[in-house]
């Protein structure tokens, strides 16, 4: 299963973005499909996911100016960013989990991620 994350860029602080990720290949089903994003010098940490159920988790640090949405049909996850801060500046990645066809009958689990997607942020 590939990944293929867009909509980085260079915006000022207090403006918004918004990335895309469309997941490809032998998928069955996705579970969970989300963002994790890191910085230089940090860890990569989770941002924002949709969970299996229709759920949503969110990093403290964004909550109430990232929204994720999702169109199941299309394989395909929103990262809608506002109000943003130099503190997000950082490579944004896509990630998925779920189960792929590995044949007619057999399935794979999948935990793939996409190339990454810079963000920054100008004060």
């Known amino acids: 299963v590939q990944l293929q994350a867009s909509g980085g860029g260079l915006v000022q602080t207090g403006r918004s973005l918004r990335l895309s990720c469309v997941a490809s290949?032998?998928?069955?089903?996705?579970?969970?499909m989300g963002w994790y994003r890191q910085a230089p010098g940090h860890q990569r940490e989770l941002v924002a996911m949709?969970?299996?159920?229709?759920?949503?988790d969110y990093a403290d640090s964004v909550k109430g100016r990232f929204t994720i949405s999702r169109d199941s049909g299309k394989n395909t996850v929103y990262l809608q960013m506002s109000l943003l801060k130099p503190e997000d500046t950082a490579v944004y990645y896509c990630?998925?989990?779920?189960?792929?066809?590995?044949?007619?009958?057999?399935?794979?689990?999948?935990?793939?991620w996409g190339q990454g997607t810079q963000v920054t942020v100008s004060s």
């Open positions: 949709f969970r299996s159920g229709g759920t949503t």
């Open positions: 290949g032998n998928i069955f089903v996705i579970h969970d």
């Open positions: 990630n998925a989990r779920g189960l792929s066809r590995a044949s007619e009958r057999r399935r794979e689990s999948f935990n793939s």
